[in-house]
């Protein structure tokens, strides 16, 4: 395995959203690309262990990597959008939360293939907080355990 860290910075597009995105800056000495990361609700969820508050909500986390992408499921999802993942194979905790104004640049500058999805829908003269009124930035810390690459 490979065990891949850095700072992540996570995207919640709605509260309580059923997938959010993100990318993990990899601390290394090598500049690289980020990580690319989607994190997606399981459908075999628990209503009795979720709420609007952060419950538990296990999730499937994909990394995007050098063209490929690498599944980690039965990852935790707790503490709502002071996001808290966590499994055998990943560990991330919300140090900074960011809405409303504060959130602006952050999705401008590493969500503009987000942001072009909801302008698709909207009008391109939207502003960020006209079309998804309730993102929420989240960053912090983040350790991956992956299978090495073939």
Known sequence: HDILTGQAIF???????????GQLFL?????????GLLGV???ESDSC???REG??????LSLFRSGKAIELKGVS???GDMMR???SSVAFETERLLSGPKAVPYVERYFAGLLRRFRCEGSEEDEVLELIPDVAVVIGNMKLSVPRPE
């Open 11 to 21: 995207c919640l597009h709605e509260i309580s959203p059923l997938w959010f995105q």
């Open 27 to 35: 601390t290394e000495k090598v500049r690289t690309k980020p990580v």
């Open 41 to 43: 609700q399981e459908e």
């Open 49 to 51: 262990l979720q709420c």
């Open 55 to 60: 419950g538990n909500q296990p999730i499937r």
């Open 77 to 79: 999802w707790t503490g």
């Open 85 to 87: 993942l966590a499994s």
